[in-house]
């Protein structure tokens, strides 16, 4: 029997037919990928991740709660960037689950959505960000949906504003 998507049924704000077709798709990559040779390598990994993120995670929380700059422990530890020469280079947080490919300055600098002097608000809107999820696992739903307005600088934020933009330059 095909393992249900965890906590699928629960998820408020999406159609039942959002929910079922989750549910579907979710079935199939248990049946298929999961199973396959790629997908068995891809969970082999993820221990191994799990535990540098983690570390790579305390060691930003000491750095901020000591006062130290932790923008870079940020954007290269908590972040996971694929597997590359450079990322290596550069100690950056490799992760099979990759959503960075290069240093995530340049790639922001160069769309506009930040400027050079931003970085810090940005690693510590993330920190706050990925803090509360760890520290309060039920506030999920909440904190994303509080981000963007977090990293327009609003420590209050006005659920019912949206954010101007991403991470504007401090």
């Known amino acids: 029997m095909a393992a249900a998507a965890p906590g699928s049924r629960a998820w408020p704000g999406l159609s039942r037919e959002k929910r079922e077709e989750f549910d579907r798709l ?3 990559f248990t049946e298929t990928y999961a199973q396959a040779l790629e997908g068995s390598k891809h969970l082999e ?3 191994k991740h799990r535990q540098e993120g983690h570390k790579n995670f305390q060691l930003a929380r000491q750095a901020r709660d000591v006062g130290e700059d932790f923008s870079d422990l940020v954007l290269t530890g908590v972040l996971p960037h694929r597997d590359t020469n450079a990322n290596r280079d550069r100690k950056a947080w490799i992760h099979i689950g990759t959503a960075i490919n290069k240093d995530i300055r340049d790639w922001f600098q160069s769309s506009g959505l930040t400027q050079a002097e931003g970085w810090p608000h940005v690693a ?3 920190l706050d960000f990925v803090t509360r999820c760890n520290d309060h696992p039920d506030e999920l739903p909440d904190a994303c949906a509080a ?3 977090l990293s327009d600088g609003d420590a209050d934020p006005d659920p019912e504003r949206p954010p101007s933009r991403p991470f504007p330059a401090r």
């Open 45 to 47: 990994h993820y221990d």
């Open 26 to 28: 979710f079935r199939k």
């Open 124 to 126: 510590a809107t993330i």
């Open 147 to 149: 981000f963007p307005r």
